[in-house]
């Protein structure tokens, strides 16, 4: 079973910056993508950056520029450096990775139980 921690949220004022961490424990052979996605009351939960095996990133268009998705392949760590937070940045920011516990299995999406980032203006 895999395993999934999230780190560094907190509360910061508009313009000011966090870095978030997803750490992964448990057996992992093979991880295809990471994520982070983010949910604010009342509305869905949405891909905010993305990270493949080959390093290939994409953004949400509201935070390219804004936001950085780093990974630490030998930690099976993820990282989103978030600058110049906009209060529309509130949510909860949940990390994803894609991956297998063992060579053979199936891939599945494993979650964090989530990290709150709330932007005061």
């Known amino acids: 079973q895999v395993q999934l921690v999230e780190s560094g949220g907190g509360l910061v004022q508009a313009g000011g910056s966090l870095r978030l961490s997803c750490a992964a424990s448990g057996s992992i052979f093979s991880i295809n993508r990471m994520g982070w996605y983010r949910q604010a009351p009342g509305k869905q939960r949405e891909l905010v950056a993305g990270i493949n095996s080959a390093g290939s990133t994409n953004y949400a268009d509201s935070v390219k520029g804004r936001f950085t998705i780093s990974r630490d392949a030998a930690k099976n760590t993820v990282y989103l450096q978030m600058n110049s937070l906009k209060s529309e940045d509130t949510a909860v920011y949940y990390c994803?990775?894609?991956?297998?516990?063992?060579?053979?299995?199936?891939?599945?999406?494993?979650w964090g139980q989530g990290t709150q980032v709330t932007v005061s203006s």
């Open positions: 994803n990775y894609y991956c297998n516990a063992d060579a053979g299995m199936w891939y599945r999406d494993y």
